[in-house]
């Protein structure tokens, strides 16, 4: 699936932004590293994903612990 297409199944810009956070939390505290997980279809960009670490807190606090997570698996 394209980023388009998965944008448009999944509804307005900041439900896609909402769906690719949380799949991105899920695949890192699953094991993946950030880059490998920004490599599949439906992940946006890395500077977005960097420029939305940088600016919502509660996104940058999930993305920590996933990380911790992953450290542990």
């Given at each position: 699936?394209?980023?388009a297409a998965s944008k448009k199944k999944h509804g307005n810009a900041?439900?896609?932004v909402e769906y690719w956070k949380d799949?991105?939390?899920e695949r890192i505290a699953g094991?993946?590293?950030m880059r490998s997980v920004l490599k599949d279809t439906d992940m946006?960009?890395?500077s977005l994903v960097y420029?939305?670490?940088d600016q919502d807190e509660e996104f940058s606090k999930r993305y920590?612990?996933?990380c911790e997570?992953?450290?542990e698996t």
């Open positions: 699936m394209t980023k900041g439900d896609f799949q991105l939390i094991g993946k590293s946006p960009s890395d420029r939305e670490l920590a612990r996933a997570n992953r450290a």
